[in-house]
């Protein structure tokens, strides 16, 4: 008979975790997605080693956040298409954000609205790609990290 596990984790547990992947990358780009529900939800189905789980989901958050660095740093000059991701009032207000605070202010990457402007925004400002990686890396991990202690904590 042949099994579709791979290695010692069935199929269903890898597509959970690719799932886990993908809402990630996609919530810290413009496309809408839910990377913390799908995460609680896997914590409590409790399928997964929880390091697992939050490495996944930080792994495929930073990479989205490095997409918008990357928009910013090197696609610029296609700002005036009507198919540009980031309008010219966020690319504004993002870029003083940016300007007044400077690298700090990927401290707040992980916020909802304002942080997929802000990585954006410091790839324009040609933020070095080492210290954007370990200051978004550290805030998103954050995030999710006090997110699965509150979703374990719920879960008593």
Same mark, same amino acid.
């Given at each position: 008979?042949?099994?579709?596990?791979?290695?010692?984790?069935?199929?269903?547990a890898?597509?959970?975790? =690719?799932?886990? /992947?993908? +809402?990630?990358?996609l919530?810290a780009?413009l496309?809408?997605?839910?990377?913390?529900?799908?995460?609680?939800?896997?914590?409590?189905?409790?399928?997964?080693?929880?390091?697992? @789980?939050?490495?996944?989901?930080?792994?495929g *958050?930073?990479l989205?956040?490095?997409? *918008?660095? !990357?928009?910013? #740093? =090197?696609?610029? #000059?296609?700002?005036?298409?009507? #198919? =540009?991701? =980031?309008?010219?009032?966020?690319?504004?207000? !993002?870029?003083?954000w940016?300007?007044?605070?400077?690298?700090?202010?990927? /401290?707040?990457s992980?916020?909802?609205?304002?942080?997929?402007?802000?990585? /954006?925004? +410091?790839? @324009?400002?040609?933020?070095?790609?080492? #210290?954007?990686?370990?200051?978004?890396?550290?805030?998103?991990?954050?995030?999710? +990290?006090?997110?699965? &202690?509150? +979703?374990?904590a &719920?879960?008593?």
């Amino acid at each position: 008979m042949i099994s579709i596990a791979a290695g010692p984790w069935p199929l269903e547990a890898m597509l959970a975790l =690719f799932g886990l /992947f993908l +809402a990630a990358l996609l919530a810290a780009t413009l496309i809408p997605a839910q990377s913390e529900a799908v995460l609680v939800a896997l914590i409590l189905a409790g399928g997964h080693p929880l390091w697992l @789980l939050l490495s996944v989901a930080t792994l495929g *958050n930073v990479l989205g956040a490095l997409v *918008n660095w !990357a928009i910013g #740093r =090197f696609l610029m #000059r296609f700002a005036g298409h009507p #198919r =540009f991701p =980031f309008p010219p009032k966020r690319i504004a207000a !993002a870029r003083d954000w940016y300007g007044s605070w400077g690298w700090v202010s990927l /401290f707040g990457s992980w916020l909802p609205i304002v942080g997929d402007p802000l990585t /954006f925004a +410091a790839g @324009l400002m040609r933020e070095p790609l080492w #210290r954007f990686l370990t200051v978004v890396t550290l805030a998103k991990a954050g995030r999710y +990290a006090v997110l699965a &202690a509150i +979703a374990v904590a &719920a879960a008593g």
